[in-house]
């Protein structure tokens, strides 16, 4: 095996420990101009929205505002980290076909823990969003290729449509499903030959 097919096969798998965490979650190989672009508004967001609650009285409890940090960590570093092309190189490998995928998508349970913390266990919310994910997870998945870019655009169009008009905001939380669905639906679903970005 020659030295370049070394370092491409280095490159698709994780490094071991901590760091090897990292990598399944961004992919191997990440420059320290993507960290940059990923990580600084990923840390805004997590001091923002805890931060906005507090100066609004909003009365959160601690958790309340832990849950909200970690959830603006998550959803805004996601949106910017499943864009960049060492991540879309490590999801969207040969190996990672459509139950990797769906699996992914259907791992970010957080509509739930938003109804249970913020809404005293209101479901219709976490139900409504959850639902138009799983729906709009399928119709993009199953999608020709060359299709999939413009079916991505339109389902987010449907999400934010149903985040302005069919549900009511959770106060603080207003941002949530705009990002939530960017992060999933624009940023990681679309493959890096059908990217959308």
Same mark, same amino acid.
């Given at each position: 095996?020659?030295?370049?097919?070394?370092?491409?096969?280095?490159?698709? %798998?994780?490094?071991?420990?901590?760091?090897?965490?990292?990598?399944?979650?961004?992919?191997?190989?990440?420059?320290?101009?993507?960290?940059?672009?990923? %990580?600084?508004?990923?840390?805004?967001?997590?001091?923002?929205?805890?931060?906005?609650?507090?100066?609004?009285?909003?009365?959160?409890?601690?958790?309340?505002?832990?849950?909200?940090?970690?959830?603006? $960590?998550? %959803?805004?570093?996601?949106?910017?980290?499943?864009?960049?092309?060492?991540?879309?190189?490590?999801?969207?490998?040969?190996?990672?076909?459509?139950?990797?995928? $769906?699996? $992914?998508?259907?791992?970010?349970?957080?509509?739930?823990?938003?109804?249970?913390?913020?809404?005293?266990?209101?479901?219709?919310?976490?139900?409504?969003?959850?639902?138009?994910?799983?729906?709009?997870?399928?119709?993009?998945?199953?999608?020709?290729?060359? %299709?999939?870019?413009?079916?991505?655009?339109?389902?987010?169009?449907?999400?934010?449509?149903?985040?302005?008009?069919?549900?009511?905001?959770?106060?603080?939380?207003?941002?949530?499903?705009?990002?939530?669905?960017?992060?999933?639906?624009?940023?990681?679903?679309?493959?890096?030959?059908?990217?959308?970005?």
């Amino acid at each position: 095996m020659n030295k370049a097919n070394t370092e491409i096969n280095d490159l698709q %798998l994780p490094r071991q420990g901590v760091l090897g965490i990292w990598d399944l979650i961004v992919g191997r190989g990440m420059s320290v101009s993507e960290l940059w672009l990923c %990580l600084t508004p990923a840390l805004l967001a997590t001091t923002a929205v805890p931060l906005y609650a507090i100066k609004n009285n909003l009365g959160w409890n601690v958790w309340q505002l832990i849950i909200a940090a970690i959830f603006a $960590f998550d %959803l805004v570093g996601g949106a910017i980290v499943n864009a960049t092309p060492t991540a879309k190189r490590w999801h969207h490998k040969v190996e990672n076909g459509f139950k990797y995928h $769906f699996l $992914f998508i259907t791992l970010h349970l957080h509509p739930f823990i938003i109804s249970w913390l913020y809404l005293d266990g209101e479901l219709k919310y976490s139900f409504v969003i959850y639902t138009y994910l799983i729906i709009a997870t399928l119709i993009i998945l199953l999608s020709p290729l060359y %299709l999939q870019g413009s079916v991505v655009m339109l389902l987010y169009i449907g999400s934010i449509l149903l985040n302005n008009y069919i549900l009511s905001p959770v106060p603080g939380m207003e941002w949530f499903p705009a990002v939530y669905f960017l992060k999933l639906l624009v940023s990681y679903l679309p493959s890096k030959s059908s990217s959308t970005i």
